[in-house]
């Protein structure tokens, strides 16, 4: 009598399986961890290398670092419009906070005098929240 049943699968490789997954999810979208860590000490060192050579940088060239987590907002709000096919709330999410680091970082490369136009957060903000309320 050869009749062999298969045996039930492992419960511990099917939680491994699961973890794989979820870590694939988490790290598909660009450099994390040391990468990004190397990445960002490769750009200010080019950056005091081009100081130290008299290179003219921006007053406010410290402001690009405010524009890394707008590209990772951004490039996490394609990423939920790509697994999904839809415009989430977590696409929009991405969006915005993408937008308003651009502005803010923008800001500081034009000198916006911040103590004039700080109303105008408040004003986006309820925007925003207008626009939420209009969707439901």
């Given at each position: ?63 690009v670092f ?66 939420g309320a209009?969707?439901?």
């Amino acid at each position: 009598m050869s009749d062999q049943q298969t045996p039930p699968p492992d419960w511990r490789e099917l939680r491994r399986a699961e973890r794989r997954e979820r870590h694939w999810d988490r790290h598909a979208f660009g450099p994390r961890g040391p990468a990004l860590a190397g990445g960002i000490l490769v750009v200010l060192g080019l950056i005091f290398l081009a100081e130290n050579f008299g290179v003219e940088l921006p007053r406010n060239w410290w402001a690009v670092f405010i524009l890394i987590p707008a590209l990772i907002a951004f490039g996490a709000a394609w990423s939920a419009y790509q697994q999904h096919g839809a415009v989430t709330p977590a696409v929009r999410g991405g969006v915005a906070a993408g937008v308003v680091l651009t502005v803010i970082a923008l800001s500081f490369f034009i000198g916006v005098q911040w103590g004039r136009f700080w109303p105008v957060i408040l004003i986006l903000v309820g925007v925003g929240v207008l626009a939420g309320a209009a969707r439901r």
